[in-house]
């Protein structure tokens, strides 16, 4: 059960720190005092979304903190086992986010992700919100139910989903088989057309580039014959002055003179005749590629074409050379697989034809255990129903089949049919049910399914939401007799269920000049008293707290005839 619950810089609370009874704790209080503050931060200790807006104004960060004790032994098993945290009979959780959407998430002190919560705390605490009045009415939610009551149609569903995955695995096994024979012949025909076209392509590695270059060099081609005939002349052949190998010829015959007077100019003679040598060299060279640098138009064209050609394929096949190597190789690959993969494609058309087979088998038992499990939900909601102050209520649940041959929750589809009145025909519950009956609808399935499953704290927000009078006081003593088998965390506003209450949580809002701050205050005797009265909507409280008085001696000696 929930212990302690500790709130910090959530929303209007400062800091709040909650004891909770084990059996019915009701928060009570003004609209606007901060009831729905405390579920906000159940659901974030418990895994739920973290909201930065929640975080009090003005602070860094905010801290809910959850205390469990008494833990039954399956809970144990599954915290220590699938979870990976040793713990024993308490649990301790604590989940932190400041303004920066940190999130820090403890069990006993140890780090886990907020996923680990999550599955704990579904396991230990049921929160009806408001919300779940209106998911009730879904379909899914009513198969759920019906799954929930049921002692096993969980190991049923494990198995059907253990199937559809098998079947989802052949199926992409045989996608990449080609599929079925026309889709085979298909991807046939396709791989061997982009096969054959890189295949005539005939490109080579860096021919792109090649050819971009030059193409590039004969987009240049004035350019560069201006610049070779300049270089020519003015080295080797210049008209109107002498050029650079007849100044350097020139001055080579000057040193010629002097090159047996001293060693010295015997080298620079040397040495320029070297430059000489390697201009002359130059100059021939330049000279072949001018003669070479002729503009083939039909030559440029059938460049620019190649070029447009390689760029159509690789946009095709990947972007590059080497990519369009990759799915060459790939696809040779694929093809070759697809023409020898006759037999394995009969082989898994076999297998899913087996699995198919099996999974109708388990819907079909699924489907039979569901019916059963409905009849006897529907009786004991009825039955409860009944005793809630609806004495011709009726409920039935209607089956039928989904389009699909199969699906993970399995072919079934329920409708919940409801009637409340005599005389009246039965139609879906989304149809024809009031708030002050929806109410009721679902505190009649959460006392039959209390007695299933293993959680061990139930949360109620306004579940007497529509409820008044004499149905008020029955769904009072409802949930004393719910809370003799889970702890009860109910907000409410009905006087009859905050009497019946084994422990009185009032929330308050104060505010003062700076500031303004929910606060929690346990009742006990007169303060109690007085808001029972409240609830009432009581003028004359000295006469309201008598009539709050005799209704809790009622409510206390209904409780003790439940021991």
């Given at each position: 059960m929930l212990q302690t619950l500790k709130i910090e810089n959530v929303a209007l609370i400062d800091k709040v720190e909650l004891d909770f009874d084990e059996k019915l704790n009701v928060i009570s209080g003004e609209t606007g005092a901060g009831k729905s503050i405390m579920l906000d931060a159940l659901s974030f200790v418990f895994g739920g979304r973290a909201d930065r807006s929640l975080i009090r104004t003005g602070s860094s960060h905010m801290r809910v903190e959850a205390i469990f004790n008494n833990l039954n032994k399956s809970h144990i098993q599954y915290i220590n086992e699938e979870i990976g945290v040793l713990v024993g009979d308490e649990l301790f959780l604590s989940r932190d986010l400041d303004v920066n959407g940190k999130n820090i998430c403890k069990i006993n002190g140890e780090l886990v992700p907020v996923a680990s919560v999550k599955k704990i705390c579904q396991r230990l605490?049921?929160?009806?919100?408001?919300?779940?009045?209106?998911?009730?009415?879904?379909?899914?939610?009513?198969?759920?139910?019906?799954?929930?009551?049921?002692?096993?149609?969980?190991?049923?569903?494990?198995?059907?989903?253990?199937?559809?995955?098998?079947?989802?695995?052949?199926?992409?096994?045989?996608?990449?088989?080609?599929?079925?024979?026309?889709?085979?012949?298909?991807?046939?025909?396709?791989?061997?057309?982009?096969?054959?076209?890189?295949?005539?392509?005939?490109?080579?590695?860096?021919?792109?580039?090649?050819?971009?270059?030059?193409?590039?060099?004969?987009?240049?081609?004035?350019?560069?014959?201006?610049?070779?005939?300049?270089?020519?002349?003015?080295?080797?052949k210049n008209s109107f002055s002498p050029s650079a190998i007849d100044s350097?010829?020139?001055?080579?015959?000057?040193?010629?003179?002097?090159?047996?007077?001293?060693?010295?100019?015997?080298?620079?003679?040397?040495?320029?005749?070297?430059?000489?040598?390697?201009?002359?060299?130059?100059?021939?060279?330049?000279?072949?590629?001018?003669?070479?640098?002729?503009f083939d138009q039909n030559k440029f064209d059938e460049i620019d074409s190649r070029l447009d050609y390689i760029k159509t394929l690789y946009r095709k096949y990947g972007g590059s050379y080497e990519k369009l190597m990759?799915?060459?190789?790939?696809?040779?690959?694929?093809?070759?697989?697809?023409?020898?993969?006759a037999e394995r494609y009969s082989e898994l058309q076999e297998?899913?034809?087996?699995?198919?087979?099996?999974?109708?088998?388990?819907?079909?038992?699924?489907s039979d255990i569901r019916k059963k499990s409905a009849k006897e939900l529907e009786q004991k909601m009825q039955k409860e129903l009944q005793t809630l102050g609806m004495p011709a209520a009726r409920i039935e649940i209607a089956f039928s089949k989904i389009d699909d041959r199969y699906s993970y929750t399995g072919y079934d589809r329920v409708e919940f049919m409801f009637s409340?009145?005599?005389?009246?025909?039965?139609?879906?519950?989304?149809?024809?049910?009031?708030?002050?009956?929806?109410?009721?609808?679902?505190?009649?399935?959460?006392?039959?399914?209390?007695?299933?499953?293993?959680?061990?704290?139930?949360?109620?927000?306004?579940?007497?939401?529509?409820?008044?009078?004499?149905?008020?006081?029955?769904?009072?003593?409802?949930?004393?007799?719910?809370?003799?088998?889970?702890?009860?965390i109910a907000i409410s506003h009905l006087?009859?269920?905050?009497?019946?209450?084994?422990?009185?949580?009032?929330?308050?809002?104060?505010?003062?000049?700076?500031?303004?701050?929910?606060?929690?205050?346990?009742?006990?005797?007169?303060?109690?008293?007085?808001?029972?009265?409240?609830?009432?909507?009581?003028?004359?409280?000295?006469?309201?707290?008598?009539?709050?008085?005799?209704?809790?001696?009622?409510?206390?000696?209904?409780?003790?005839?439940?021991?």
């Open positions: 605490v049921d929160v009806h919100g408001q919300s779940e009045h209106l998911a009730i009415l879904s379909n899914e939610y009513q198969l759920q139910i019906i799954d929930l009551f049921s002692k096993t149609a969980n190991q049923y569903l494990l198995e059907l989903n253990s199937l559809i995955e098998q079947v989802k695995g052949i199926d992409a096994e045989i996608a990449k088989l080609g599929g079925s024979e026309s889709e085979k012949q298909n991807l046939i025909d396709l791989y061997s057309y982009q096969i054959r076209e890189i295949d005539e392509a005939k490109i080579k590695p860096n021919e792109f580039e090649d050819l971009t270059n030059e193409k590039k060099e004969m987009q240049q081609y004035e350019k560069i014959n201006e610049s070779l005939n300049s270089f020519y002349e003015n080295i080797y350097i010829s020139q001055s080579l015959r000057s040193l010629q003179n002097i090159g047996s007077v001293n060693e010295h100019y015997k080298q620079i003679e040397d040495r320029l005749n070297s430059v000489l040598i390697e201009l002359e060299d130059l100059s021939t060279t330049v000279l072949d590629d001018i003669n070479k640098n002729v990759e799915y060459y190789d790939d696809v040779a690959t694929k093809l070759n697989n697809l023409i020898n993969s297998k899913k034809k087996d699995l198919l087979e099996k999974i109708d088998v388990v819907q079909d038992h699924l409340a009145n005599l005389g009246f025909e039965l139609k879906p519950l989304n149809k024809v049910v009031s708030g002050g009956e929806m109410s009721r609808v679902m505190l009649a399935y959460k006392i039959v399914v209390s007695s299933v499953d293993e959680i061990q704290t139930i949360v109620f927000d306004e579940i007497d939401s529509g409820l008044s009078g004499k149905i008020a006081s029955v769904v009072a003593e409802y949930m004393a007799r719910l809370s003799r088998q889970k702890q009860i006087p009859q269920i905050c009497a019946m209450a084994d422990g009185n949580i009032k929330v308050e809002k104060h505010s003062n000049s700076v500031t303004t701050n929910t606060l929690a205050t346990y009742l006990e005797g007169e303060p109690l008293f007085t808001e029972i009265a409240r609830l009432m909507g009581a003028n004359d409280v000295d006469k309201g707290i008598i009539v709050s008085k005799d209704l809790k001696e009622k409510s206390n000696k209904y409780k003790m005839s439940l021991k």
